[in-house]
């Protein structure tokens, strides 16, 4: 055995050798295996990464059904002369579309530049911008560099509405791949001009703009075509974060990012370095001020824009079977374009002469609305309002009334009825508004057609939309003007009377006995059907109306568009109410009726007889184009004879030449019309026409209150009317063929002899009276023998001419009915 020192040292290397080899395999073998597990992790990753991604390319929506044009439009009220009037307006539609050839080249050009400056030549994504926005990123610590074309935002906007609501890094990722996608896919099937013009057309745009048309119209009050090169600047600045640069509200902010937006151009040959000095020396700014110093304050939408949005709302429901919620939709946010009846001038002579305080009674008084919340320290509510403060006051004042002398008097019983209600450790949420009185509303329809081309539905600034509109909504005692629609005009039609028809003027009791009076407490004796229409006589009315009966009185008014009659109403407490009585003669009604059906009525006489719903819109058309209501052919019905219709006519021309109209007069045009006046005079009214248009107007308070001054409604329908006619043609009332003059006694109605006063009336072919008037054969000649002097007779209280007020009327239409009939509100005609 060698145990020498050689044979030791070759022994431990050996040893060591041989450890040394089966660590470094084992190492090896280690190695091997984690490279191989890592490997297999890798590969298991990415098959897994892929099999994600792929899962996310299917789960992508299908292109073929990837709609990116935007979706919620503002729709436009046009008049009736094709101008654009009013821009209606719901949260998230306020867009109005155009194509890409209304866009300005300097516009699109200005959204690539600072948006997408390759979007002319990627397929859908910008690589090179992925690139950039990445190292941007990675070297200064913030991702803020945008690297979405115009086409990702695109879809972003109208297909991945919901990316707002994403709150994690995966929902995120999902998005922007499935978006990336989608952009190429579309790149494939669409063109670069549309993209951009539904691009255009999506983006927010701040001041609740949505597209570059509605921005245009916001910040310069102009179509978007007619942008120069610093407006088109502004706008595509605001893209990027529309509340940071709003031009508005953060000039200075726009302006450095406009600056931006034209120095791109410039870099990218846009423009060239005069095009975008000129530019940036331009004052846009102080355009944008002035623009929105005049657009800042929403204005609530017209009486005529109310009236006509509910009456498109109601077609859509019971023409195209639209629920009232999709119906509104509809109207306020799919691009509808509507195109009203309104004619704009006689809407502004309307306007303004509502607005001149000239034509109301001296010392206006003002009537009160009033709403009060109370929250009692333990969180319990009290509502109150005008209606709990005039019940407070009239507890002690029975006759207490809420219309003010003037604004500082409300005041003081809303403090005084405030501190009756509200507690110590209480808060209030107060609303208090006043509005003028007397009020008034007018209607002005062309006959023919059933346009309405213009409304007023109360004096006083209109502080919302939809609020009351007395011209449409509010239901009033139509008095005397009822004589001719529920009396006359059917006992003519159909019941073989006529113009020359008489009655006797005489004390006459309604069936239940009471008396029937006329305003000034006269008789007249024998008294034709025209010389009661021209006089306003209650006695001769009643009396025809009886003898042909109420019913069919009522069912002309009904045939003439009357909405608001009650045929049978019952009441919890057993008693019941019909307009199919007497009073019905003189507009004693249970309701009443509206301005608008009021005018609707007249207008059929005006038209021949022809009733023809009163429409504020001709057609209404979708936002591709299509037809979607039609009113250019509106429903008529024949409801009088033209020969009645123009008897009517003429009855009424001498109401305005020598009865109780006379103050509408203006001279040049001829004018046939029949006035109202109720009890007290709590309404007044004047419904006439000329050839041309039917017109009424009512004067009243909201809340029933005497008139002092009972005809200021005339002044206005003679200053309307008389404006709304300057320049138009002279026309006569058009007489029917069927008409033929017949020469009567003035006051029996039968064929005149040389003693009596004489008139020549128009009457049906062969209906004319055929016995001889002996009237007059000896009162002349008593006349002469017997009658002595007589004084002047003062006009009575209403009459023309008279300052005092009328007086109640309690033997009209107000009278108690037999029993079980209708309690109707007082109507009289103290003409």
């Known amino acids: 055995m060698n145990y020498g020192k050689k044979g030791a040292s070759d022994k431990y290397k050996s040893a060591v050798s041989t450890s040394a080899k089966i660590s470094k395999r084992i190492f090896v073998t280690g190695f091997k295996i984690i490279m191989v597990c890592v490997l297999a992790v890798v590969v298991l990753g990415l098959c897994a990464g892929i099999g994600v991604f792929r899962g996310i390319i299917e789960s992508a929506p299908d292109i073929s059904n990837v709609d990116v044009s935007p979706t919620g439009y503002s729709s436009m009220i046009y008049d009736a002369d094709g101008n654009e009037t009013t821009k209606l307006v719901a949260s998230g539609a306020n867009r109005i579309y155009v194509g890409i050839d209304e866009i300005p080249k300097y516009l699109q050009e200005a959204f690539v530049a600072i948006e997408d ?36 935002q695109l879809l972003k906007n109208n297909v991945f509405q919901e990316w707002t609501e994403e709150q994690y890094f995966i929902e995120k990722a999902k998005r922007k791949i499935q978006e990336q996608y989608l952009a190429m896919e579309l790149e494939k099937h669409m063109d670069k001009s549309v993209i951009l013009e539904n691009y255009l057309n999506t983006i927010n745009l701040g001041q609740n703009t949505l597209g570059v048309q509605a921005a245009s119209k916001r910040y310069f009050n102009k179509d978007v075509s007619t942008l120069t090169l610093s407006e088109c600047a502004v706008i595509a600045a605001i893209t990027q974060n529309p509340s940071r640069y709003n031009p508005v509200r953060n000039p200075e902010a726009n302006a450095e990012r406009r600056e931006k937006v034209l120095k791109n151009m410039e870099e990218q040959g846009y423009i060239n370095k005069d095009q975008l000095n000129e530019a940036l020396a331009d004052d846009v700014y102080q355009r944008i001020q002035n623009v929105n110093d005049e657009t800042e304050v929403a204005s609530p939408y017209t009486y005529y824009e109310d009236a006509l949005i509910d009456q498109v709302l109601t077609d859509l429901v019971e023409q195209k079977g639209y629920s009232r919620t999709q119906a509104y939709n509809l109207v306020y946010s799919s691009g509808l374009s509507i195109y009203s009846a309104q004619d704009s001038r006689i809407q502004q002579i309307c306007d303004e002469e509502f607005s001149n305080p000239d034509n109301f009674p001296a010392g206006s008084e003002v009537g009160l609305t009033y709403r009060l919340t109370v929250t009692h320290p333990d969180g319990s509510q009290e509502n109150y309002s005008e209606k709990t403060l005039q019940a407070y006051f009239a507890a002690s004042n029975p006759e207490y009334s809420i219309i003010y002398k003037n604004e500082e008097k409300a005041n003081e019983a809303v403090a005084q009825y405030r501190a009756t209600v509200v507690q110590e450790g209480d808060t209030i949420d107060e609303v208090i508004s006043f509005t003028p009185q007397p009020q008034a509303s007018i209607v002005i329809m062309d006959q023919t057609n059933g346009q309405v081309k213009a409304i007023v539905g109360g004096r006083g600034s209109k502080e919302a939309s939809l609020t009351l509109n007395r011209a449409t909504d509010t239901k009033r005692q139509p008095g005397s003007t009822f004589k001719v629609l529920a009396a006359y005009a059917p006992a003519i039609d159909s019941a073989g009377k006529t113009l020359a028809t008489t009655y006797v003027d005489e004390p006459y009791n309604y069936s239940n006995g009471r008396p029937v009076r006329n305003y000034d407490g006269r008789y ?34 009904l045939n003439l568009g009357f909405t608001t009659l009650v045929e049978n109403r019952k009441y919890a407490d057993g008693t019941t109410r019909t307009d199919i009585a007497q009073p019905l003669a003189l507009g004693g009604l249970t309701d009443g009726v509206t301005n608008l059906e009021l005018t609707a009525a007249y207008a059929t006489i005006a038209n021949q007889g022809v009733y023809t719903k009163p429409i504020f819109y001709t057609k209404v058309v979708d936002h591709d184009g299509k037809v979607l209501l039609d009113n250019t052919k509106p429903k008529k019905r024949t409801v009088l004879k033209k020969s009645t219709a123009y008897m009517l006519t003429t009855a009424m021309t001498d109401v305005v030449k020598q009865g109780t109209g006379k103050g509408v007069d203006f001279g040049t045009m001829p004018i046939a019309g029949k006035t109202g006046t109720t009890s007290q005079n709590y309404d007044v009214w004047f419904s006439g026409y000329t050839p041309y248009y039917c017109c009424s107007v009512w004067g009243g308070y909201d809340v029933n209150t005497s008139l002092r001054d009972a005809s200021y409604h005339k002044g206005i329908w003679k200053r309307v009317m008389q404006r709304v006619h300057e320049g138009l043609e002279y026309k006569e009332f058009e007489i029917p063929d069927t008409l033929e003059q017949v020469k009567v006694c003035q006051t029996s109605g039968k064929l005149a002899t040389n003693s009596c006063p004489v008139t020549t009336e128009y009457l049906e072919k062969g209906t004319g009276p055929t016995t001889v008037c002996t009237l007059h054969v000896e009162s002349y000649k008593k006349t002469e023998e017997t009658q002595e002097p007589q004084e002047p007779q003062q006009p009575q209280p209403g009459e023309e001419g008279s300052t005092e007020p009328a007086q109640p009327d309690a033997g009209a239409g107000g009278d108690t009915p037999p029993e079980g009939e209708a309690q109707p509100q007082p109507a009289t005609s103290p003409e």
């Open 117 to 152: 400056e390759r979007f002319y030549d990627h397929n859908g994504i910008d690589t090179k911008g992925i690139l950039r926005a990445a190292f941007v990123g990675v070297t200064s610590g913030h991702f803020s560099e945008g690297a979405s074309t115009i086409t990702q």
């Open 524 to 557: 007249r004796g024998t008294t034709t059907i025209r010389k009661a229409i021209e006089q306003s006589v209650n006695v001769v009315t009643v009396k025809c109306l009886t003898e042909i009966t109420p019913q069919l009185g009522y069912d002309y008014l």
